[in-house]
Every structure is written in C-alpha cells, then in structure tokens.
C-alpha cells in the first residue's frame, strides 16, 4: 500500500478566501493544529507578497517541527530569494515556485511564448535548487495546458532539481476522468518522472475538488494538496478531512493510506472555522453535524442493530467522544483536568485555572456541561492573547430595549483599579453597546470586518459564540465572546478586539503623530 503525502495550504490559498484572513498568533494555532494532524507539508504563506506574510512564514518555520514547511514563490529570483529566507530555518524546509502553462494564461497573463515559459520554468528551479534539496514546481493551470508542452515543462523542471511537480486544476475545471488521464499521460510520457513525486492540487468551483484529487492518487500521483475544510478561492479547494478519510475507508480502491492521524480531524475543523468565525455547514461531509445523524425510522433501527448499516465510519475515528460525559457544578477541579486530558487538551496550571472558574460560573448558567460546552471554554480561554493584558475588561453592563423604543445601553469596564462607565444610545442592542465601550477604549478608526454567531450545542440554554474582526493599516484584529447571553458574549468579543487594536502599534504610531 502506497503511502500519499498530504500537502496542506490552508494558510495560504485557504487563507485567500473572502472573510478567512487570520493573524499571526491565529496562524501559528493552525500551524500546530496541522503538525498535530501529521499533515506532511504545511504551505504557510506567499513570502513575498507582504510584511506580514514573510513574518508568517518564517515564524511558522521556526514553530514546527514535525513537517516540511513551505513557502510559495513565482518563477522569479525575488520571490525564491523571499521563499528561502523565510523557510530557511524550518527542521525541513520546501521551495515551491510556479509559473502558468496553459495557452490562455501564457498569452494574456504572462505575455510570454511557450519556449520562454519553458526556459523561464528551468532557470528557476535551478535557481532555486541552489539554496534548498526539497523544491517543488507546480505548472498553474496545467489542467487546460497542451499536454505534450506541459510534459516538455515538467520534464525541464525535473532536469533542473524539482524533486515534486504539482500539476494544478487552477479553475476546478477539469473532471476526474481526465485528471487521472493526465497524470498516467505524465508519467508515461516524461523520460526523468521517476525522479520526482507527482501531486495534485483541486479546485472546487464544479464540486469536484475531492473526486479529481482522488483520481489523481489512482493516476499515480504520490501527493495531494489540500486544505482543512475546503477553504480557498472561490468554490475553495480539496477538503483534506475528504480525500483522507475516503483513502481511509475506501482502502480497497486506492491502496493507499497517509500518516495522518484522523483523531484530530474534528478538533482541526473546529479550530479553523472558529477561528474565521464560521461554523460547519449541517450536511457538510466528515466534520458536519448531520454527518452522523440519522432521523428516518428505517436508518435508527439499522444503526440500533449494527452501526455498519449506516455508517461506513465511526465518529470516534475523527475526534468526536461517543462517551459525552456531562460534567456539573459538583464536579471538582481534578475531575475536570482528567476529563481534559481525556479530550486531547493538556493546559498550564495557569490555563487549568482559568478555565475551571468559568467551568464553574457556567455551571450555574447551565443545566447540563457537555464536551461541546467544554471544547468552546477551552479553546476560547487559551486563545486569549497576551496583547489584551492590561487593557480594558468588563465590569457590567445594562442593555434597555424594546420594539418601540431606541436601544440604551450602560456599559461599565475595567482597567486595573479604575472603573470607567457610560451610556449610549444605538440602533438595537448591540449597537449600543458597542457604541458604550468605543466611547470609553476610543480605539483608533478602523472597519468592521466581520460579527458571527454561532451556537455551541443544543437548547435554549446553549452557549454562543460571537466573532468579532476589526480592520486597520491592513491588519486583522480578532475578538471571542462566550456565553449563554449572546449580548455579553458580543459585548466580550468587541472588547477583546479593541482591546488588541489600541494595543497595537498602529495605535502607538497614531498617538506619535497626534501629539
């Protein structure tokens, strides 16, 4: 049984995804979430592409240590140069360069003819191959590309030191047919293509990102490209908990497997889609909240009789508990930290701490404390960042609304010792609060980028969560409520993420200027 690599680019084409922009320390949270996954290759960013993106890059290549990490650079020296710098210091760092193959891209995106695209590819991957052994060359668009060029492409770039080539359905154009067609017309067709892996990187705009990748691996690729959940442009990319999971249980198709540890798919979705503020959706295949859920008679009795029935796999074999043991205001600190443990998550003594207290108060809000409830106080409570210590906290807060009357809202907050309190007027609740505590932070102007809801669990009693992501100088500034009240849990969320962007150097810049 071969073994495939997984390639994952979550944090650079899922990142490129309208509303799924993340910072640093959200990065890095991925980051380790993928090298817990066992993911072989992390894609962490586009060196070159800003500031911000370099420093991604290469504080992820410091940060991992069980994965190749990656940094993407066009067929040019400026780009590869970025690339390396910010690679340079991974335990096992990649080069991956591209450059378009397809007669539409070549003519009216490059402006360049087939023989320069080819001598372009070649320089590039030896120039590239000077700084770094593990290089990897993917032909964009290759899926439309003449396939005789594009092997003349591939046949260069493996001469010159590609040890992958990546050959990408840039428009999630192709079908799966033809995408397992190509690889074996590859393979069959290039004279050096047993000294390189062949990968495949999909894209979704057809819905058949999953299927094309797996007919790719049929085809005699060694790779796939792929993302947690399917995020990227557009219709997004290949779902990696999909192709993972249907080399999994399909075994006898494509006797293949990964090293991936599919335990930890579910915490993986969790974390990305709360990370952008997004929930899964209820069908979606794997992580979905149907996607183990059987409401039609016949189905019930089945599972009750034999779960094979139904289920061609276990919840167990992704991360979901089948033992949701409900916790409550009885249970003790060591009970608590046992069942943590039992759940994957291994806190400070710090963290331990600050997690048990609002355990603890949540109690009291809650009938019952399942795994869901205690999964979202987990994460919420070590995401907290450093950069919001010693800015402002909530002390209380007072919300008057009605149909018929303007929103009021008394918002009281803290900050050390001193107590600072106002009232504001807005349209609805939220407004007004909102309004409440930029009266009393004043944080420096930015946009309102996003505001979610999403629910924990079940019942009218259920925990929310609320995102909230403010803009400013090209920067991202991410806040977290928690809480049966969905008022106090946005009120929580905003404070936080105005709390992160007074915080920031570009409100020291702005204070520098004003004065």
């Not at 090298?35 to 992390?42: F, G, P």
């Not at 003819?113 to 590819?121: F, H, I, S």
């Not at 947690?228 to 290949?238: D, F, I, K």
């Not at 992501?469 to 936080?496: M, P």
Request: charged residues 25%.
């Amino acid at each position: 049984m071969k073994q495939i690599k997984i390639f994952d680019t979550t944090l650079r084409d899922g990142e490129q995804s309208p509303g799924c922009s993340m910072n640093l320390q959200e990065k890095i949270e991925v980051a380790r979430c993928l090298e817990r996954l066992k993911v072989d290759v992390i894609e962490a960013g586009f060196a070159i592409s800003s500031p911000g993106d370099f420093e991604s890059v290469e504080t992820i290549a410091r940060t991992v240590k069980d994965c190749t990490v990656a940094s993407l650079a066009r067929a040019a020296a400026g780009d590869i140069d970025a690339a390396w710098d910010a690679v340079k210091k991974a335990a096992a760092p990649r080069i991956h360069l591209f450059i378009a193959t397809s007669p539409l891209h070549m003519e009216y995106k490059l402006r360049m003819k087939p023989e320069e695209v080819l001598e372009k590819a070649a320089a590039m991957v030896a120039y590239a191959k000077k700084y770094c052994a593990n290089i990897e060359f993917s032909a964009e668009d290759a899926t439309r590309s003449d396939p005789a060029f594009l092997a003349r492409v591939v046949e260069a770039a493996i001469r010159n030191g590609a040890t992958t080539v990546n050959i990408p359905d840039t428009v999630g154009y192709t079908t799966p047919d033809e995408m397992r067609a190509l690889i074996e017309y590859l393979r069959a067709n290039v004279e050096n293509s047993d000294r390189a892996d062949f990968s495949v990187h999909c894209h979704n705009d057809l819905g058949m990102a999953t299927a094309n990748s797996l007919a790719g691996v049929l085809g005699g690729a060694a790779q796939i490209e792929c993302t947690v959940n399917g995020l990227g442009e557009r219709a997004g990319n290949t779902s990696l908990e999909e192709v993972v999971m249907a080399m999994r249980t399909r075994a006898d198709v494509f006797d293949a497997t990964t090293r991936i540890d599919t335990t930890q798919i579910y915490r993986a979705s969790k974390t990305v889609y709360d990370i952008i503020g997004q929930s899964a959706p209820l069908n979606k295949p794997i992580v979905g909240k149907n996607a183990f859920m059987h409401e039609a008679g016949i189905h019930q009795h089945g599972v009750l009789a034999n779960k094979q029935t139904y289920e061609i796999m276990t919840p167990e074999s992704i991360g979901i508990r089948a033992d949701n043991i409900v916790l409550g205001k009885h249970s003790g600190k060591h009970a608590f930290e046992s069942h943590l443990k039992e759940m994957g998550y291994t806190l400070s003594a710090e963290e331990l701490v600050r997690c048990f207290q609002e355990f603890k108060v949540l109690c009291d809000k809650k009938k019952t404390v399942n795994d869901a409830d205690i999964e979202a106080l987990v994460t919420h409570n070590t995401k907290k960042s450093a950069a919001a210590e010693g800015g402002y906290a909530l002390d209380w807060f007072a919300v008057h609304t009605s149909n018929f009357t303007t929103a009021t809202s008394t918002m009281s907050l803290k900050r050390g010792d001193e107590r600072f309190e106002e009232v504001c007027l807005g349209d609805g609740p939220i407004d007004a609060s909102f309004n409440a505590i930029d009266k009393i932070i004043k944080p420096i102007p930015h946009a309102f980028e996003l505001y979610t809801i999403n629910s924990i669990s079940e019942g009218k009693d259920t925990l929310g969560s609320v995102t909230v992501k403010l803009s400013a100088g090209g920067a991202t500034f991410t806040g977290r409520g928690l809480s049966t009240d969905i008022i106090e849990a946005s009120i929580l969320a905003y404070i936080e993420a105005a709390n992160k962007l007074q915080q920031s150097p570009l409100a020291a810049e702005q204070a520098k200027e004003e004065a």
